[in-house]
């Protein structure tokens, strides 16, 4: 299948400082990305979704000013949290289809970030 | 979102068990019905999924049967392995979003004893 690639796995940072994620689709274009936050032993909850050239839309509840996406190519979206505090320590995933060649969807590795 | 309910939310099965994970939903815009396979500290794997003209789908061990009228679909993994063990997520398509904009089941936790 089509491989998604985060970056970095694994990031600790302290609180007030930004973190910035990156998702990379290697070998298709992704006119979308999706971005997920996902809680020890729980599901994956959809953050928002990236539009290339365009503003991500986010889902009731994220706040935009926190979580700053950005979707500046067909195969690069990144994930920026602002001023991150422990709370915003989580697993973060991203996914992106192939535009329709396959019909799947396809996630990244993930990116635990910790916030101390 | 829409809601996607799932059943039972962890399962123990002997080696060569059958393991069964069920999946309800409430609205989608259309057919498509994923499941995921997720290990420990890893992002999720596709690993089957089906679009209902037909009401089951099978791969290797791995078999989706699906109920339209009753909103319901299912994974069966037969012949189950240790290497089986994972949280496994179904999804949906949520209603008015595009193509892949999936809701997530809350995640069913397999562990396969040898």
């Known amino acids: 299948g089509a491989v998604v690639s985060q970056h970095p796995s694994r990031v600790i940072c302290k609180s007030g400082t930004s973190v910035k994620i990156e998702c990379r689709s290697l070998?298709?274009?992704?006119?979308?990305m999706f971005w997920y936050r996902q809680f020890p032993k729980q599901s994956l909850m959809l953050m928002a979704t990236?539009?290339?050239?365009?503003?991500?839309?986010?889902e009731q509840g994220v706040e935009k000013d926190k979580f700053l996406i950005n979707h500046a190519s067909l195969t690069l979206s990144t994930l920026t949290v602002t001023s991150a505090h422990p709370e915003d320590s989580s697993f973060y995933i991203c996914s992106a289809s192939d535009s329709g060649v396959t019909g799947e969807l396809f996630f990244g590795e993930g990116s635990r970030l910790t916030v101390l | 979102q829409q809601q996607v309910k799932q059943s039972p939310q962890s399962l123990i099965v002997q080696k060569g068990g059958i393991s069964i994970i069920n999946c309800a939903y409430e609205?989608?815009?259309?057919?498509?019905f994923p499941w995921y396979q997720q290990f420990p500290g890893k992002g999720p794997a596709l690993l089957i999924a089906i679009r209902p003209d037909v009401s089951e789908k099978k791969e290797g061990r791995f078999t989706i049967s699906f109920n339209k009228s009753a909103k319901q679909f299912s994974l069966h993994i037969m012949d189950s392995q240790p290497g089986d063990s994972a949280t496994y997520f179904c999804?949906?398509?949520?209603?008015?979003?595009?193509?892949?904009?999936?809701?997530f089941g809350a995640g069913t936790t397999v562990t396969v004893r040898a």
């Open positions: 999804a949906a398509p949520s209603p008015g979003g595009n193509d892949y904009k999936l809701s």
């Open positions: 609205n989608t815009a259309f057919d498509y």
């Open positions: 070998d298709f274009q992704a006119t979308t």
């Open positions: 990236s539009n290339e050239g365009s503003k991500a839309t986010y």
